[in-house]
């Protein structure tokens, strides 16, 4: 199987995820990146912090970017 990094990219900053997880496909990545986003934000809107335009760089093993999922696309504002 697969292994996908979740890196977050906020103010410019690459944060790596140094471990990744094994995920069958890219659409699952996706889904997983989309409940993490949702997840950090509840906690920052808790607190009353910035969302800010934090993003996951998913990338594969050799580094490919698979997928850019910016936090604020999670949210459904209707």
Sequence with gaps: ???YYFHVRKDGILEKDPDG???ATPGIAYEEAIK???EI???KVLK???IGDH???ITTDDGTV???VPFR???NLG
């Design 1 to 3: 199987m697969p292994r």
């Design 21 to 23: 997880t094994e995920l």
């Design 36 to 38: 993490a986003a949702r």
């Design 41 to 43: 934000i509840s906690e």
């Design 48 to 50: 009353g912090d910035i």
């Design 55 to 57: 993003q996951f760089e």
């Design 66 to 68: 698979a997928k850019v």
């Design 73 to 75: 696309s999670s949210l």
